[in-house]
């Protein structure tokens, strides 16, 4: 798998390839990355990337050029055309499932936008598809680019240990994760659930799946209305 970042910021894109299991997996070959940006492919001595929106009112929009000449070194770059995503409050929620589909992708370039945005242009002739991280605002997509990178990177065969297994992660089942213990038996007072110091791992498995339905109630009433609709 390879991804490639159009971003005005490449160096915060070593917050993925300095540690963690993103690290490993960029090591080992699991995956590759490289950034695009697209100050390098402006033509005005000035390198402008923005400029101030039609119709007026405040904040600047990434203009279509740029980023379009910055797609097309990409294209040049691959067998095929890659799989765009852009990152943005206006896209569809990012989700376990959407995660595992993008998984399926050899090729995935990630736009990151500054400012109020790209140019509804670009938008439309050379995004696949628009996604956001969640219902709130940051100052760039980059932060949101590597959570989607670490969520798809994490589900790739080989990316985590045997110990730390994605099908034991919260949603691989749906639901919200049971909770986690370990040494001591007991900590300013607190004592370990004593199913799990017992040892049958029949009664262990149904504690722990009754403790996920109990927590997606209480928590997350919206996915269980989800899963019986
Ligand atoms: C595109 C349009 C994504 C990108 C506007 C990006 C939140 C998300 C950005 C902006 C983002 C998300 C600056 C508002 C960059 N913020 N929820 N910011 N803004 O996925």
């Known amino acids: 798998m390879r991804f490639d970042v159009i971003t005005l910021f490449p160096e915060m894109f070593a917050a993925l390839t300095e540690s963690g299991v993103s690290r490993r997996a960029i090591q080992s070959e699991l995956y590759a990355l490289k950034t695009w940006n697209p100050r390098q492919f402006t033509l005005d001595k000035h390198k402008t990337v923005d400029d101030r929106p039609y119709g007026g009112g405040p904040g600047m929009v990434m203009m279509y ?34 995660v595992a589909d993008l998984t399926q992708y050899d090729n995935i370039t990630l736009l990151c936008g500054r400012y109020e945005g790209v140019d509804e242009r670009l938008i439309t002739s050379s995004v696949d598809e628009e996604i956001s991280i969640g219902d709130f605002v940051v100052s760039g997509g980059e ?13 790739i065969p080989g990316a985590l240990g045997h110990s730390q297994s994605a099908e034991q992660d919260s949603f691989s089942d749906g639901l919200l994760d049971c909770p986690h213990y370990t040494r001591p038996e007991v900590v300013d007072g607190m004592c370990v659930p004593s199913v799990l110091m017992e040892g049958n791992h029949a009664k262990i498995d149904a504690w722990r799946q009754a403790q996920k339905l109990v927590r997606t109630q209480q928590r997350r009433p919206d996915i269980l209305s989800d899963i019986n609709s």
């Open 65 to 98: 050029q740029p980023l379009k000449e910055t797609l097309s070194a990409i294209e040049g770059e691959l067998q095929a055309k890659p799989h765009v995503v852009y990152l943005s409050p206006q896209g569809q929620p990012l989700t376990q499932q959407k």
């Open 143 to 155: 932060l949101p680019a590597m959570m989607l990178m670490d969520a798809v990177i994490r589900l």
